[in-house]
């Protein structure tokens, strides 16, 4: 093995014990039973402690248990020792030394160093021509830290020789998540080299890229034989389509295409319909010549977007990452940055973001020694435990130090330079956020709303204790619906955790100069001009709070006073106002062609916040409220095989198919009943559903089909909708009724099987003897009537509710055309200024573009 060749070929570490053979082999013996040789799926942690973000790069190194391949810094090995009583850890380090210099003064040429062998990041901030890298491994026996030298053969057992080398030459767990070790794993296409391509005079211009059948312009791929642009696959690669590259393949058989804005010198995406799979293309340069690009001369751009794809919004990149400014770095406690995983600055944005809310500090960091002492044997994936260690990460200030000119100075003199941190990378905290999930889990760009929910949703399933800092987001949403043509009212409420802001584009201030600059726009496009400079629609804060506040039509609206579909108003309020209010300017949006944009507004967000005005004031003295009566439910005789075959397990829900609807601007939770209902029949049919579905007043509640196991209490439980204690929703009551059963024969069966449908109609099947109680349905009636009181009022913390003023303390902004591409900067504001948080890089904002965010927080301000 080549790494095993470079581990065992270094001298021994001069701080090692000097032991004769004997005394090494007595060390190990009563440990071997323990340690082992990684197999095929275990993950071997090698580059970063499971409770810290220390590496084998830190002051004390790294130690990696022999037995369960977990990685702890110095200041937590102690703790695995104890809890697990693992003896045996190996130890690495990276030592970083100046070159030595030459006879003329600069570094001796450069060699292959045969002294690295561990797979690590280099320090950003050190010049590599200066610097020169060495890395230590040894054996290290808890509890009187002896020291064994690797590498030592002849004197190590044969088992621990071989397990050391398969912990070196192990593949990162991270390696799906790491951008860089895709190219190696995408196979050469076997069209590549002899690839036809057709002599048809076509040369693809540098930008004005549009879809040959239907005028997209996002989401293009170049077909290599014949030149033609045409769009991809719907959510091919998070992105919009129709399909149409496909289908010219399937027309013409030709079968490599590449992703017209991901063209560098380094390489493109590249794309084999008949293998389907991405592939490489070693002699892509000659094939884009042949069309007129020059591939290296093609650059991409810092955060992922390439320049053609950006050239409409460079000024968008420029205002929100404040560039064109020499901006301060921040260093110490709540100033350490997030290094970008590849698409990660959703993640980041948000984090910081959490992490700068008391609540957050004190339920995570401020519990770190109880939550790390109590942690489960495999820390990695135990959620509390990764959220204390990315909040001390964050805000210790421990990897976010400045650079001091007299201790570089003395360094250099002792030949070693400790490098400084340049922020934390959080792979190990997306891996375990994200698994299971079909978009987080990837390497593609996400959207940072939908990211917070799903932190929402964690931080409730994995509350530490009674307290649960979420509790700081939810509040109450009193929605109004009135029958327009009866006049009578209903009121309920629902569990929210951000406030979706409409963009009223019709009170732009601007109007006129959008016009002109939209007719300016179509004459460069059609003429392949240069485009003029975007002007952005001026969009006042109060008319996008009026239009919030303003009644919807819901034209489909079931009224029980008529026993019939009819119009109904609805309006929203606020029943309870949360101690800190997140709010979404609802950005993005798909037109009638299913194209996605994006509102590229300017709007003049407030630091100060009144909402008072829209606090909810219930039922008022004369309205009358409407029959509390559901809609028929028209089941065919074969009802009950139907049914069954049509519902699903909502843990078996179609992730994909809901992420795209909820892409098109629906709420998550209406994308996710659309999906269950429709039995996982795709987007398409779900689409269907949602339009029959969208005017009904519990639209966007959560989905809750008890009875089949955690997956639908657990969303319900997380959105709020709590459902009746023990009592079986109306709507399964309906279905069973329907078939001609009693009702208080329907709850009684509810009642003893879980709310399980299934099982409820075997047991009336198998409780022929059953009869009529008219005490139960009473108790039934009556505990319905309690519990729907107290589901309306909550008790307790989960709802802090309180005055309506609020201040601004922190934005994220989004640049580029979709929440799926383009790239993401959080503002917070700490210590009375602005601070900005881009990746790693955190420095003073000068020039905050309040104007431009995507999603706002603001804290309460005491009464």
Known sequence: MQRRGALFG?????????????DVGELLVPHMPTIRVPRSGDRVYKNECAFSYDSPNSEGGLYVCMNTFLAFGREHVERHFRKTGQSVYMHLKRHVREKVRGASGGALPKRRNSKIFLDLDTDDDLNSDDYEYEDEAKLVIFPDHYEIALPNIEELPALVTIACDAVLSSKSPYRKQDPDTWEN??????????????DNGVRIPPSGWKCARCDLRENLWLNLTDGSVLCGKWFFDSSGGNGHALEHYRDTGYPLAVKLGTITPDGADVYSFQEEEPVLDPHLAKHLAHFGIDMLHMHGTENGLRDNDMKPRVSEW?????????????????????????????????????????????AYVGNLPRIFDYSP???????????????HGLLSGQYSKPPVKSEL????????HKPQQNGISPRMFKAFVSKSHPEFSSNRQQDAQEFFLHLVNLVERNRIGSENPSDVFRFLVEERIQCCQTRKVRYTERVDYLMQLPVAMEAATNKDEL?????????????????????????????????????ENVDDFWSSALQAKSAGVKTSRFASFPEYLVVQIKKFTFGLDWVPKKFDVSIDMPDLLDINHLRARGLQPGEEELPDISPPIVIPDDSKDRLMNQLIDPSDIDESSVMQLAEMGFPLEACRKAVYFTGNMGAEVAFNWIIVHME?????????????????SAGASVFGATGLDNQPPEEIVAIITSMGFQRNQAIQALRATNNNLERALDWIFSHPEFEEDSDFVIEVENNANANIVSEAKPEGPRVKDGSGMYELFAFISHMGTSTMSGHYVCHIKKEGRWVIYNDHKVCASERPPKDLGYMYFYRRIPS
């Open 696 to 712: 009904e007043p519990d639209f966007a509640e959560p989905l809750t089909m008890p009875g089949y196991g955690g997956a639908a």
């Open 318 to 362: 420029e205002v929100i990452q404040e560039s064109g400014t020499k901006l301060k770095p921040m260093y110490g406690p709540g100033y350490t940055g997030l290094k970008n995983l590849g698409n990660s600055c959703y993640l980041s944005s948000v984090m910081q973001a959490i992490f700068s809310i008391p609540e957050f500090q004190r």
């Open 377 to 391: 044997l495999d820390p990695t994936q135990d959620f509390n435990t990764q959220m204390t260690k990315l909040g």
């Open 409 to 416: 100075i003395e360094q250099v003199m002792k030949e070693e």
């Open 185 to 198: 794993e995408l196979p050469i296409s076997k069209y590549a080299n002899n690839l036809t391509q057709l």
């Open 515 to 551: 016009i002109a600059y939209e007719l300016t726009r179509r004459e460069a496009e059609a003429n392949r001009r240069p485009l003029p400079e975007l002007v952005r629609a001026k969009i006042p804060f109060s008319a996008c709070l009026q239009a919030f506040s303003e009644p």
């Open 10 to 22: 270094m001298p021994g570490g001069s701080g090692s014990r000097k032991m004769a053979a004997g």
